[in-house]
């Protein structure tokens, strides 16, 4: 399965924009990059994918490198109900899930 | 619309006993998917469904692990015996399609293995 490498943990203060990296440098020409977030005591949920163009939703933005081998999930502004488990991966038909990137978010 | 319903919530068993979860997904959702997480780690697939045909169950350990979608609606994974390592979240997912749509999930099942 194609890997991504995602920090373990990051901060941000409330109301400042969090960007999110992720490098997947073997991915391939099909493979889709998704992102889900985890919220404690809750199941994924998804916030955005892409495949080549950046692409925002209600949610968040993707910034997607021009060669593809990295990313990045931007929040804009980000709240107290941010704080998650945030996962990067790249989408072969299935979802595998990795180790993620803690976000904490301080007031 | 309702989200993916799983139940119980908790479910504290002895090693050696069975348990079973349940898992209603959002309706008409073709594909249903039951994942694993162990406190710490991202989840882990353990089988998917496409209506009531496995599509993928390579990382199901089928000698204690089995799960069912009898008529390409709701589901149960069953574990028996039940080992102190299978203590986890179980989490069910459904999909209209994966690709444009992502993946629903559910709250999950923690079970305790004592």
């Known amino acids: 399965d194609a890997k991504t490498t995602q920090p373990n943990s990051m901060e941000s203060n409330e109301e400042e924009p969090v960007h999110l990296p992720c490098n997947h440098s073997t991915i391939s020409g099909t493979d889709y990059i998704h992102w889900y977030r985890q919220l404690p005591s809750q199941g994924p949920e998804y916030v955005i994918h892409g495949l080549t163009s950046n692409v925002n939703n209600r949610m968040a933005s993707l910034a997607i490198a021009e060669d593809r081998k990295s990313s990045t999930l931007i929040l804009h502004r980000a709240t107290l109900r941010d704080a998650a488990v945030y996962y990067c991966i790249l989408y072969t038909g299935k979802l595998i899930f990795g180790q993620g990137t803690t976000l904490q978010v301080k007031p | 619309e309702a989200g993916v319903a799983q139940s119980p919530r908790y479910k504290i068993i002895e090693k050696r006993q069975s348990v079973a979860f349940w898992c209603n997904p959002i309706s008409g959702h073709a594909t249903l998917y039951w994942y694993q997480q162990i406190l710490g780690q991202g989840p882990k697939l353990l089988i998917q469904f496409q209506n009531n045909g496995v599509v993928d169950d390579s990382q199901l350990p089928k000698d204690r692990f089995s799960a069912e979608r009898l008529k390409g609606v709701d589901s149960t994974l069953k574990i028996q015996p039940a080992k102190l390592e299978d203590s986890a979240v179980y989490l069910c997912?459904?999909?209209?399609?994966?690709?444009?749509?992502?993946?629903?999930f559910g709250s999950g099942t923690r079970l305790t293995v004592v």
């Open positions: 997912a459904s999909s209209l399609g994966a690709l444009l749509y992502g993946y629903t």
